[in-house]
């Protein structure tokens, strides 16, 4: 499967000012999804990352609050905007398997402490 | 609305005894369901699944029970080992508004005792 490389691990920001964090894949792959687990919480699909058109946000999440870019095919960001304590949280990116039945390969992580 | 909930926050077991997480979920639509291991500071590593089809599945020693009239499922760990010791989500997968995706349950802390 492949192996993703994300940073920022963690970062401590003020509140009202950005951060964008990066994910590097190994290999091509069509798809990557951005993830939010907020403190014991569940792991939060935030939006879905296509090469060359206009990510798809789920429902509670808007483009101008996390702005997502995906230039090629093995590389994605994801900005978290205008920052508040509530966006205090770890966000994770993703990539499909090759098989269903073994999900999603995941990034080790950002954890985001806003102040 | 929580699709995937796993009702237990966490669970202490004692070295070389068996773990079971459980997890329950609402959507009939799911196709898959998985179980994924994390450690802190990383991200979470696929552990095992079962398709829906399926009622058990087993590797090594972990066993993953489905009981689809339930909408339940279960992770066994046996014998646990202090290495077990993690937050297991359990999630599953299904085609939703055109994508195959992931839904996530909260978690449960699995502390194993020596």
């Known amino acids: 499967s492949a192996v993703i490389s994300q940073k920022p691990s963690r970062d401590i920001c003020q509140r009202g000012t950005s951060l964008t964090i990066q994910c590097q894949v190994d290999?091509?792959?069509?798809?990557m999804f951005w993830y939010r687990q907020q403190p014991g919480q569940s792991l939060t699909l935030i939006a879905t990352?296509?090469?060359?058109?206009?990510?798809?946000?789920e429902s509670g999440f808007v483009i101008d609050k996390f702005p997502i870019s995906r230039p090629n095919l093995t590389f994605s960001t994801l900005t978290v905007s205008n920052m508040s304590p509530e966006d205090s949280s770890i966000y994770l990116c993703s990539v499909p398997t090759f098989r269903t039945d073994y999900g999603y390969t995941f990034g080790s992580g950002t954890r985001l402490t806003v102040v | 609305d929580q699709q995937v909930k796993q009702n237990s926050p966490s669970l202490s077991v004692q070295e070389g005894r068996i773990s079971i997480l459980n997890c329950d979920y609402t959507n009939s639509m799911f196709d898959y369901f998985l179980w994924y291991k994390k450690y802190p500071a990383e991200g979470p590593t696929f552990l095992i699944s079962i398709s829906s089809i399926k009622d058990k599945n087993e590797d090594g020693r972990f066993t993953v029970f489905l009981n689809k009239s339930a909408k339940h499922l279960s992770l066994h760990i046996v014998p646990s080992q202090p290495g077990d010791s993690a937050v297991y989500f359990c999630?599953?997968?299904?085609?939703?508004?055109?994508?195959?995706?992931?839904?996530f349950g909260q978690g449960t802390r699995l502390t194993i005792n020596p």
């Open positions: 290999s091509q792959v069509t798809m």
């Open positions: 990352a296509n090469q060359g058109s206009e990510a798809t946000y």
């Open positions: 999630a599953a997968s299904a085609v939703l508004q055109g994508a195959q995706k992931l839904v």
